[in-house]
T-cell receptor, first 115, second 115 residues
Framework: EPEVTQTPSHQVTQMGQEVILRCVPI?????FYWYRQILGQKVEFLVS????????KSEIFDDQFSVERPDGSNFTLKIRSTKLEDSAMYFC?????????????FGSGTRLTVV | AQSVTQLGSHVSVSEGALVLLRCNYS??????LFWYVQYPNQGLQLLLK??????LVKGINGFEAEFKKSETSFHLTKPSAHMSDAAEYFC?????????????FGQGTTLQVKP
């Protein structure tokens, strides 16, 4: 069964450093998403991406965050200057069709720890 | 604004017993509703979804959920719990028009299955 692949599974970084979280969506999917889950809290929407541009972003997704699809397969989330409160599990997801009513396929997540 | 509330952050049942995980939603538009499961160290896997067709929705692994508009509920049930059902379960709601890619998640319920 097709999978969304995220790397690394766990990343530790120092406060103020830049991190790039990587995702390989399912090959025929056109819509891409990032979500995060701070420990003990809800899974929260960050951003959706289609046709090489952001479709929607949450208030969490400020200027410190950016997304990119640098080639035909990868979808990345960059955090420019990490803060302690960025520590969370970050999930990538993709879908073939627009809108969440079809359901996404999620990756297994990257646990980011900022120290 | 849409929201989801999952009653009970932790539910414990005996193997073979009924599983009932509660989810109530708030939505000003007809909602699409989802249940996701997360096994340890894995991603979010879609269990089932309600998209305004049948109100009783059957999913994978013997789970089902019933949409009750009058109660704004979408509780997840399984007649007989297996040890392998131990996981975290998330209820989520989306804009029923499907125009946004955003899912709003509940805070999750951890299901423990005792032998």
């Amino acid at each position: 069964e097709p999978e969304v692949t995220q790397t690394p599974s766990h990343q530790v970084t120092q406060m103020g450093q830049e991190v790039i979280l990587r995702c390989v969506p399912i090959s025929n999917h056109l819509y891409f998403y990032w979500y995060r889950q701070i420990l003990g809290q809800k899974v929260e929407f960050l951003v959706s991406f289609y046709n090489n541009e952001i479709s929607e972003k949450s208030e969490i997704f400020d200027d410190q965050f950016s997304v990119e699809r640098p080639d035909g397969s990868n979808f990345t989330l960059k955090i420019r200057s990490t803060k302690l409160e960025d520590s969370a599990m970050y999930f990538c997801a993709s879908s073939e069709y627009r809108g969440s009513n079809y359901g996404y396929t999620f990756g297994s997540g990257t646990r980011l720890t900022v120290v | 604004a849409q929201s989801v509330t999952q009653l009970g952050s932790h539910v414990s049942v005996s193997e073979g017993a009924l599983v009932l995980l509660r989810c109530n939603y708030s939505s000003s538009v007809p909602p699409y509703l989802f249940w996701y499961v997360q096994y340890p160290n894995q991603g979010l896997q879609l269990l089932l979804k309600y998209t305004s067709a049948a109100t009783l929705v059957k999913g994978i692994n013997g789970f089902e959920a019933e949409f009750k508009k009058s109660e704004t509920s979408f509780h997840l049930t399984k007649p007989s719990a297996h040890m392998s059902d131990a996981a975290e379960y998330f209820c989520a709601v989306s804009d029923g028009s499907g125009n946004t890619g955003k899912l709003i998640f509940g805070q999750g319920t951890t299901l423990q299955v005792k032998p």
